[in-house]
């Protein structure tokens, strides 16, 4: 991946920095956002740099259609071009339906579902014009199977699997591969306040009797976004340790 351009969504923590930094490892340049912390990710550019690779910290809600196409915009002046998207910025709001605003809908909805179609949309004319590009989403289970409490986060996940599929057809033929990854129980943030009767109950569920850990994502991400995989597309994969068997 030397001298390959990445964008990676929600990169200062849990699942997107493990990623930023393996795609580091392999040499390739990589540009992040985030929304909240300056701190979290002046610490990962470091991290980034003494990988010997350039490195770009945007903030930027992934939301926001202008800024997502702003920032891709940036990227390719600034780079020249766009090797690999992961789509991986997420968030829940979790309630039961009958307790659930409208904005825990939307705000879930946007910026774990309208900022792939954002990010993806900016990034797909220059992938096609250089014929060649990988995009990859980071989804759940949670998309697969629901999960009660979940209809907004759920919702998100299952549209980013209709959305890996529907896109991997449409650009098949500009030799650009899109696939998913849906991961099940990953140690990061976004799992750390769920309740501890809930996680033991998560964790007796998975056949690997544990959760994962952001770098068991990072590898399997790097391997998709690899020419190793190149004749894999519209794939979901499933990063879970047997939770959805
Ligand atoms: P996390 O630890 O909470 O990190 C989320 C990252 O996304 C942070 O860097 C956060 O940065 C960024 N982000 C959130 N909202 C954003 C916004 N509006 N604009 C820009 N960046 C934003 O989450 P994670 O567990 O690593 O999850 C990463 C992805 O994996 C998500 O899509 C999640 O749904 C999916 N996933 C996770 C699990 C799991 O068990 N952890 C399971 C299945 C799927 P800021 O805080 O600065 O905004």
């Not at 610490?43 to 903030?59: C, D, N, P, Q, Y």
């Not at 909805?109 to 954002?118: A, D, F, P, Q, R």
């Not at 056949?207 to 597309?233: C, H, M, N, Q």
């Amino acid at each position: 991946m030397k001298d390959k351009t990445a964008i990676v969504t929600g990169g200062t923590r849990g699942i997107g920095r493990a990623i930023v930094l393996e795609l580091a490892r392999n040499g390739c340049n990589v540009v992040f956002n985030y929304s909240k912390s300056d701190e979290l990710a002046n610490t990962l550019v470091k991290e980034v740099e003494s990988h010997g690779v350039k490195v770009v910290a945007k903030k930027v809600d992934v939301s926001d259609f202008e800024a997502a196409k702003n920032m891709v915009k940036d990227v390719k002046d600034e780079f020249g071009q766009i090797d690999y998207l992961v789509n991986n910025a997420g968030i829940t709001k979790d309630k039961l339906l009958a307790l659930m605003g409208e904005n825990d809908w939307d705000d879930v909805i946007n910026t774990n579902l309208k900022s792939v179609y954002n990010f993806s949309k900016a990034v797909i004319m220059t992938m096609i014009k250089q014929k060649r590009g990988n995009i990859l989403n980071i989804t759940s289970v949670s998309g697969i199977a629901g999960v009660a409490g979940q209809v907004n986060y759920s919702s998100s996940k299952a549209g980013m699997i209709g959305f890996t599929k529907s896109l991997a057809k449409e650009v098949g033929k500009a030799n650009i591969n899109v696939n998913a990854i849906a991961c099940g129980f990953i140690e990061t943030d976004m799992t750390s306040s769920l309740p501890d009767e809930y996680k033991k109950k998560m964790t007796d569920m998975t056949s690997l009797k544990r959760f994962g850990t952001p770098e068991e994502v990072a590898k399997i991400a790097l391997f998709l976004l690899s020419d190793d995989a190149k004749y894999i597309t519209g794939h979901v994969l499933t990063v879970d340790g047997g939770l959805a068997i």
